[in-house]
């Protein structure tokens, strides 16, 4: 559902914001956004430590206006995060509406991924809390937006490491397994892959199978070229892992000198681009318009450059798909 209403009736008067699971670049901005929105609405904002287990121990404080300066251009999450075990006990989520509820605040704005907003889906059945997300994962694979919070910043700072890690393959005629984020999802290895011109990018949604990534290689070895990038997704099945994958390689083509880097949390870290920080913005703002106007258990997105509200339960079960069109172009860049 597409949301262009700028008429918000405002029907709160607190509420908390708080970032859970892995961060992301661009979590500071939409924290900011949220903030300084709550302040133009008269919204009293509280900021919670440590995600749903700081909610848990009461790590809550109010979160003004001169709280988020300076914070836009700065990675990670002023707010900290942490994965909370206790959160998933009914116990644990009990000692978390307690926190709130001696703060007089039944409205909480959640910042972060898939486990994130199925915390905060339950979180808001059981107790009556009112939910929004924020998407903010750098795997960019939530359903019911186009980009999440930190997706643009991570395909830049791989891209950059890869380019690095090109001179020297170029210089040894080496072949470079280059490991990247993506469990579940290769949005991160596909179009990073495509940027930075890879031999070959293998996915968790595309089984390639070891024998064509040999004919493959061995393709690209005939044409003349002497170094290649293959980059590899984390969640790809075609090996145990990489350094397996790279092994096989190697022991199947022994003309090729093959090395590993597994790019890893630097991927997570790194100061946001300008467009992560435009997107954290906008959604922080329809997160506190959507809260204050007495809709809840939303996640805000963006699609096709608008505003729009999912479900959460939608967003948590839904699943994101690779652009089939980009698959098709990387497989027509690569001859």
């Known amino acids: 559902m597409i949301i262009e209403n700028n008429n918000i009736n405002i029907k709160i008067s607190k509420l908390a914001v708080l970032t859970s699971g892995g961060d992301a670049p661009g979590m500071n901005a939409a924290i900011r956004s949220v903030a300084r929105s709550c302040s133009h609405y008269g919204i009293q904002c509280f900021g919670v430590s440590r995600g749903y287990q700081g909610l848990i121990e009461g790590k809550i404080k109010p979160l003004g206006t001169r709280s988020v300066k300076n914070i836009l251009n700065k990675g990670g999450t002023i707010l900290k995060s942490a994965r909370s075990k206790e959160f998933m006990t009914k116990e644990g989520r009990l000692k978390a509406h307690e926190t709130l509820k001696n703060q007089e605040i039944n409205n909480l704005i959640v910042i972060g991924g898939d486990g994130s907003f199925t915390g905060g889906y339950i979180f808001e059945k059981e107790f009556g ?10 795997d960019n694979d939530i359903f019911g937006t186009d980009s999440t919070v930190g997706y643009d910043t991570a395909l830049n700072t791989v891209v950059e490491a890869i380019d690095k890690i090109r001179d020297t393959a170029i210089s040894h005629n080496r072949l470079f397994f280059v490991e990247v984020m ?137 699943e994101t798909s690779i652009n089939p069109e980009m698959y098709r172009l990387s497989n027509i860049l690569r001859l």
């Open 129 to 138: 809390v009112s939910v929004v997300g924020i998407p903010g994962t750098i």
């Open 182 to 318: 993506g469990k579940d999802a290769g949005h991160i290895a596909l179009n990073t892959g495509i940027g930075i011109g890879a031999s070959e990018i293998l996915i968790p949604e595309k089984d390639k199978g070891l024998d064509k990534l040999l004919k493959s290689l061995k393709r690209s070895k005939k044409s003349g070229r002497l170094s290649s990038i293959v980059v590899v997704a984390e969640g790809d099945k075609i090996g145990k892992n990489v350094f397996e994958l790279a092994q096989y390689v190697e022991e199947n083509l022994p003309d090729y000198e093959v090395r590993v880097s597994v790019l890893g949390h630097m991927q997570r870290g790194g100061s946001p681009t300008c467009f992560d920080r435009v997107l954290a913005s906008r959604l922080g703002l329809k997160a506190v318009e959507t809260i204050a106007s007495g809709v809840s258990s939303q996640m805000v997105g963006i699609i096709d450059g608008k505003m729009a509200l999912t479900p959460l339960r939608k967003a948590i079960k839904g």
